[in-house]
């Protein structure tokens, strides 16, 4: 079957390629099994033709749901876990919701919506459902403090990436993301467990590392992806000695040198490398090369068909991967005349290279003149006792601003040489920034925040 032939994810589910499954801390679902089952009371039908509104707080829920609504609803919106409750009326009517399927029904019987269904484990046997037609997948935007916007893809645009880079080599690959899989990132993993013929370990919300990583040992995962700031927290944790995957990604924030060599050192037998991806445009290339940025004859049309090209220091790109429209009444133009998303990633030509610098809406202000804030933290963790570190702004009577680093110790709080550590890291920033990106202020923390959609939280002081 061609992948043009091909219009619900459930069409994935080979009976012949058994011991396939999902799995979180309380149970396995044999994915092999799972064609002829339903974890939705047997009302798959009543879903059909509808614009629904999935909002499982259970991953693996989540994960089957999705399987057994596409190709049968009009439209799917994916709701992460972490959305704020005052925005979901907003949400439901931009997207003409008039069914949600929940782990918590009663939660929404005073919302209004038509049609209610329940989700839960463990699935019955039911009619396989054939597919009806292609539905739309709907995600949220990160990394906003307002309403997310609403974007919308075809899984075919969803899977092109996934696609064109074929079947994972060697044995059937185990995969694991510490990622949501309700968002782009998480979704993108789930996708290639179910299209490559793979099994998938689930990550559980507010699960300390060691245990995740317990997990990934105990279910032997050889893929797994995640932020840099999921992995810097997991080199934190000290449980890396603990696992050892062949296959190590990164994505959804800049990957800094100092990240991609600790994960070397750590994972020394791993294929390391970083991707460039997002909710709007979709995948766009990887870096298998061990180095931060990317190679600048990316730039133009690569193999598989993604069209990319820097105007005005933002990196934009078109291909059949993007998403097709924003949704409901923030539906402004997703791409420019010609058909490029505008990334709002900042990307430098250095030599042969193109590094990212940092977001455009991401921007601190020093005394009039503008500093990406990741362009500081990546000098600081070049320093080798150095795990993480966070720059921010903090008012100033005299320049407007000043940037202060928060800085995050390999080993404890480093106590004994903290002063000589600080005045390293100055050093360093001396050597390799403007004076006005240099911090006037280095705090050394014991952690720093990171998202819900697995990002570096910022806030100015």
């Not at 269904?117 to 699935?123: D, H, M, R, T």
Request: hydrophobic share 45%; proline share 4%.
């Amino acid at each position: 079957m061609s992948p043009r032939e091909i219009f619900a994810l459930r069409d994935y589910l080979d009976p012949q390629l058994k011991g396939r499954g999902l799995s979180d801390p309380r149970q396995v679902v044999q994915l092999t099994e799972f064609a002829g089952e339903t974890c939705l009371e047997g009302r798959l039908a009543e879903l059909s033709g509808r614009s629904v509104l999935l909002a499982v707080a259970d991953q693996l829920v989540s994960a089957l749901a999705m399987l057994e609504i596409d190709g049968v609803a009009r439209r799917m919106l994916l709701c992460p876990p972490d959305l704020g409750a005052e925005h979901i009326s907003t949400l439901v009517a931009d997207a003409e919701i008039d069914a949600v399927v929940t782990d918590h029904p009663a939660q929404w019987a005073a919302s209004g919506i038509e049609l209610i269904v329940s989700a839960q484990a463990p699935i019955r046997a039911a009619t396989r459902t054939q597919t009806q037609r292609a539905t739309e997948w709907l995600m949220l935007t990160s990394g906003t403090s307002g309403v997310p916007k609403i974007v919308g893809h075809t899984l075919e645009g969803l899977t092109g990436a996934i696609v064109a880079d074929g079947p994972a080599r060697g044995a059937s690959p185990v995969w694991a993301t510490f990622y949501d899989i309700r968002r782009y990132g998480g979704l993108q993993i789930f996708l290639r467990a179910i299209i490559g013929g793979g099994s998938m370990v689930l990550s559980e919300p507010g699960e300390p590392v060691a245990d995740y990583v317990a997990r990934l040992h105990k279910n032997a995962v050889s893929h797994i992806s995640g932020t840099p700031s999921h992995w810097r927290k997991l080199l934190m944790s000290g449980s890396a000695s603990e696992f050892s995957p062949r296959y190590v990604r990164l994505s959804g924030e800049i990957a800094d040198q100092a990240v991609l060599d600790g994960l070397s050192r750590a994972f020394p037998a791993a294929s390391i490398g970083h991707a460039y991806a997002s909710t709007e445009a979709g995948v766009g290339f990887a870096v298998n090369d061990g180095l931060e940025g990317f190679p600048a004859d990316l730039i133009g049309v690569n193999r598989d068909g993604v069209e990319m090209k820097v105007e005005d220091g933002s990196l934009r790109i078109r291909s059949k991967r993007t998403a097709h429209a924003y949704v409901g009444r923030q539906a402004a133009a997703l791409t420019d005349a010609q058909g490029f998303v505008d990334t709002g990633d900042m990307v430098e030509r250095r030599g042969e290279r193109y590094h990212f610098v940092g977001r455009r809406g991401g921007i601190i202000n020093i005394g009039g003149l503008k500093v990406h804030p990741e362009e500081i933290e990546a000098v600081i963790n070049r320093h080798a006792e150095v795990r993480m570190s966070r720059a921010r702004s903090r008012r100033s009577p005299i320049t407007g601003a000043i940037v202060v680093a928060d800085v995050v110790l390999a080993d404890g709080d480093g106590a004994s040489r903290s002063d000589a550590i600080r005045n390293e890291i100055l050093a360093e920033c001396r050597a390799s920034l403007a004076a006005h990106k240099v911090p006037a202020v280095i705090r050394f923390v014991a952690s720093l925040d990171v998202t819900a959609a697995g990002k570096l939280a910022r806030h100015d002081a």
